[in-house]
C-alpha cells in the first residue's frame, strides 16, 4: 500500500491558481513533519514548504513564498499546498513526503508517486 497518495494536479494558464492534496494511509502520519517538493524537466528534485506535525510551523522555498500556503487536516490523515500565482517556472511533478521528525522535512522518510503540475504562458 503506498503510504502517501498526491491529487490535484493538472494544468493552468500562467496566473492561475490549483491545491494539492495528499492522503496518508495511516493515523500515524500525525505524528510526523510532512513537506512538498517538485522536480521540473532536467531539474534536480527541491522542497517547496514543510509543515511541523502540529501545524505550527511552516517553512517554503523562497521562490514560492507569498504564492504558495501549505497546511495539515489531520482529522482527514491529508495536507495541503495551495499554490496561486502559477508561473510556468512551477511546472513540475509534485510530490508529498513524510519524515518521522516533528518539526521538519529534511530528508523524508516516506514518498508519494506525484501529481504533474503545468503552467503554460
Known amino acids: 500500500q503506498v503510504p502517501l497518495v498526491e491529487s490535484g494536479g493538472g494544468t493552468v494558464e500562467s496566473g492561475g491558481s490549483l491545491r494539492l492534496t495528499c492522503v496518508a494511509s495511516?493515523?500515524?502520519?500525525?505524528?510526523?513533519?510532512m513537506g512538498w517538493f517538485r522536480q521540473g524537466p532536467g531539474k534536480e528534485r527541491e522542497i517547496v514548504a514543510a509543515?511541523?506535525?502540529?501545524?505550527?510551523?511552516?517553512t517554503y522555498a523562497d521562490s514560492v513564498k507569498g504564492r504558495f500556503t501549505i497546511s495539515r487536516d489531520d482529522a482527514k490523515n491529508a495536507m495541503y499546498l495551495q499554490m496561486n500565482g502559477l508561473k510556468p517556472e512551477d511546472t513540475a511533478v509534485y510530490y508529498c513526503?513524510?519524515?518521522?521528525?516533528?518539526?521538519?522535512?529534511?530528508?523524508?522518510?516516506?514518498w508519494g508517486r506525484g501529481t504533474q503540475v503545468t503552467v503554460s504562458s
Open positions: 513526503a513524510a519524515e518521522r521528525n516533528i518539526r521538519t522535512v529534511t530528508v523524508p522518510d516516506y
Open positions: 495511516e493515523d500515524s502520519f500525525r505524528r510526523y513533519a
Open positions: 509543515i511541523s506535525w502540529n501545524g505550527a510551523e511552516t
